[in-house]
């Protein structure tokens, strides 16, 4: 089967640096994306990785490691705003994307 | 960037009416739409792949005759729940994605479906 873990929730402290984590076991691989989504809103876009390596964007960098089934998204100088749930989504060999549950990311001051 | 709009934001109905929810693509043409549901605290659920001028795919375990899903133009796709029953009160989401071999999907802002 397909299955997509990350951790269920984290807490940070703003102005600090966290990682969130994704693994993953797909039929075949087409990309990995993060999406942020905040309670009652739809995701909205982060990264799309589908190449191994650092894609670095601003306060936000992601990871893939195609071999490993892996990927992280890195957020520096963490700001309150960030407060909000990571979605990994991987897109298999149909072209169809799965989702992770989420990451629910807290922030405290 | 792509945007993408759903009318309505939320609605409530009584059990037993039937919704229909309207996802736009505004500056793009969406040859392929995506239907997604999110009950609270869990992730997003593919339940439909609609694809302009086609029946809709619908998902493992999504009843087609509940779903209805229409994809009459390349910027409307509209899902209608039919005779809603409050188990299908969730929040509702489409996306979209350009043509061609760009993966991005472009999200809604979603509807939250409360059904009394």
């Known amino acids: 089967g397909q299955n997509i873990d990350q951790p269920t929730e984290m807490t940070a402290t703003e102005g600090a640096i966290v990682q969130i984590n994704c693994t993953y076991q797909?039929?075949?691989?087409?990309?990995l994306f993060w999406y942020q989504q905040h309670a009652g809103e739809a995701p909205t876009f982060l990264s799309y990785?589908?190449l191994d390596g650092l894609e670095e964007k601003g306060r936000f960098s992601s990871f893939l490691s195609r071999s490993k089934g892996y990927s992280y998204l890195l957020l520096k100088e963490l700001q309150m705003k960030d407060s909000a749930s990571y979605l990994c989504?991987?897109?298999?060999?149909?072209?169809?994307?799965?989702w992770g549950a989420g990451t629910k990311l807290i922030i405290k001051p | 960037g792509a945007v993408v709009s759903q009318h309505p934001s939320w609605v409530i109905c009584k059990s037993g009416t039937s919704v229909k929810i309207e996802c736009r693509s505004l500056?793009?043409?969406?040859?392929?739409m995506f239907w997604y549901r999110q009950f609270p605290k869990q992730s997003l659920m593919l339940m439909a792949t609609?694809?302009?001028?086609?029946?809709?795919?619908?998902e493992q375990g999504v009843e087609k005759d509940k779903f209805l899903i229409n994809h009459a133009s390349l910027t409307l796709s509209t899902l209608t729940v039919t005779s809603a029953h409050p188990e299908d009160s969730s929040f509702y989401i489409c996306?979209?994605?350009?043509?061609?071999?760009?993966?991005?999907?472009?999200f809604g802002p979603g509807t939250r479906l409360t059904v009394l």
């Open positions: 996306s979209s994605k350009l043509a061609g071999d760009y993966n991005e999907q472009f």
């Open positions: 500056d793009f043409q969406a040859t392929t």
């Open positions: 609609s694809n302009e001028g086609s029946k809709a795919t619908y």
């Open positions: 797909t039929s075949g691989f087409n990309g």
């Open positions: 990785n589908v």
């Open positions: 989504a991987v897109m298999d060999s149909n072209y169809q994307l799965i």
